[in-house]
T-cell receptor
Framework: GAGVSQSPSNKVTEKGKDVELRCDPI?????LYWYRQSLGQGLEFLIY????????KSGLPSDRFSAERTGGSVSTLTIQRTQQEDSAVYLC?????????????FGPGTRLTVT | KQEVTQIPAALSVPEGENLVLNCSFT??????LQWFRQDPGKGLTSLLL?????REQTSGRLNASLDKSSGRSTLYIAASQPGDSATYLC????????????FGKGTLLTVNP
């Protein structure tokens, strides 16, 4: 079946502009995650959505970062007033909910370059 | 704060060799440990997930072990092939959660034909 998809695959933006990154999780997966992968830092957790519960935003690095998940499916990660240090690959993952359903399934990522 | 370390950072082996990748974590109160593979420019593919109550998991030529008390996991790859070349990452849930993963920085594996 279809996996997690992300768009765009690549995004180049100028410093100070806003960007939106999109994630389409696997159908029926109620949990959705955003991670950031940057050189030298490895993979970092950003935010977690589970059903209708309040999201866990503890990994967002600043208030320029926000995310929404509409209708329990598609999610958008928004970065306002982008900075060069925001350049990274942004990965989305989803997970089904159920006993023992811990495995996370990742999308291909969006490579963001801030010039 | 959970920290995950992977050794070695890079490994190059000839085709056919068996090899071991290492992962250590500082907080042993984990729900599970997951091994992933990442190909250049691609997302992560889950290889194996070991629950905290398990000692090992096997999938084909891959075998992952978990020693929770010592904070260690190994990923054993038998009869390596050039197609195994990738970055291998281990991750554990952290912060008392069963979902917020902390990742190691990975081992870059190159299998030479």
């Amino acid at each position: 079946g279809a996996g997690v998809s992300q768009s765009p695959s690549n995004k180049v933006t100028e410093k100070g502009k806003d960007v939106e990154l999109r994630c389409d999780p696997i159908s029926g997966h109620t949990a959705l995650y955003w991670y950031r992968q940057s050189l030298g830092q490895g993979l970092e957790f950003l935010i977690y959505f589970q059903g209708n519960s309040a999201p866990d935003k503890s990994g967002l690095p600043s208030d320029r970062f926000s995310a929404e998940r509409t209708g329990g499916s598609v999610s958008t990660l928004t970065i306002q007033r982008t900075q060069q240090e925001d350049s990274a690959v942004y990965l989305c993952a989803s997970r089904p909910t159920g006993t023992g359903a811990y495995e996370q399934y990742f999308g291909p990522g969006t490579r963001l370059t801030v010039t | 704060k959970q920290e995950v370390t992977q050794i070695p950072a890079a490994l190059s082996v000839p085709e056919g060799e068996n090899l071991v990748l290492n992962c250590s974590f500082t907080d042993s109160a984990i729900y599970n440990l997951q091994w992933f593979r990442q190909d250049p420019g691609k997302g992560l593919t889950s290889l194996l997930l070991i629950q905290s109550s398990q000692r090992e998991q096997t999938s084909g030529r891959l075998n992952a072990s978990l020693d929770k008390s010592s904070g260690r996991s190994t990923l054993y790859i038998a009869a390596s092939q050039p197609g195994d070349s990738a970055t291998y990452l281990c991750a554990v849930p952290s912060g008392g959660s069963n979902y917020k993963l902390t990742f190691g920085k990975g081992t870059l594996l190159t299998v030479n034909p």
